[in-house]
């Protein structure tokens, strides 16, 4: 069983930049994919970017390509998300999750079998 442990959320100003954390602890080695989601207020989760371990291939949604970056640590128990060119619209508590499902399609969030907590994510205009 994997845990998830989600930090660096916090508040900024449109056009700033923030580093989500999530550590992992468990067996990460048998996860065959990482991801991270949001979810804002009176809106439905929305799946934001994810990482194949093996290969570290990555998946982004629209609406972060060219703003957000995916990363792994070297030994797989620390996931990252950066975040740059923040807009008003990323506020949102922000979830790193997991799976040892053998296939996965891009950040399908019912794929995923472990979850951290969230971490907020609050972007000012």
């Known amino acids: 069983v994997q845990q998830l442990v989600e930090s660096g959320g916090g508040s900024v100003e449109a056009g700033g930049s923030l580093r989500l954390s999530c550590q992992i602890s468990?067996?990460?080695?048998?996860?065959?994919?990482m991801g991270w989601f949001r979810q804002a207020p009176g809106q439905e989760r929305e799946g934001v970017a994810q990482?194949?371990?093996?290969?570290?291939?990555?998946y982004y949604v629209d609406a972060v390509k060219g703003r957000f970056a995916i990363s792994l640590g070297d030994t797989k128990n620390t996931l990252y998300l950066q975040m740059g060119g923040l807009r008003p619209e990323d506020t949102a508590m922000y979830y790193c999750a997991a799976s040892d499902e053998w296939f996965v399609p891009p950040i399908a969030a019912d794929f995923y079998n472990y979850w951290g907590q969230g971490t907020q994510v609050t972007v000012s205009s």
């Open positions: 468990g067996n990460p080695n048998s996860c065959t994919v």
């Open positions: 990482i194949r371990t093996r290969d570290s291939t990555t």
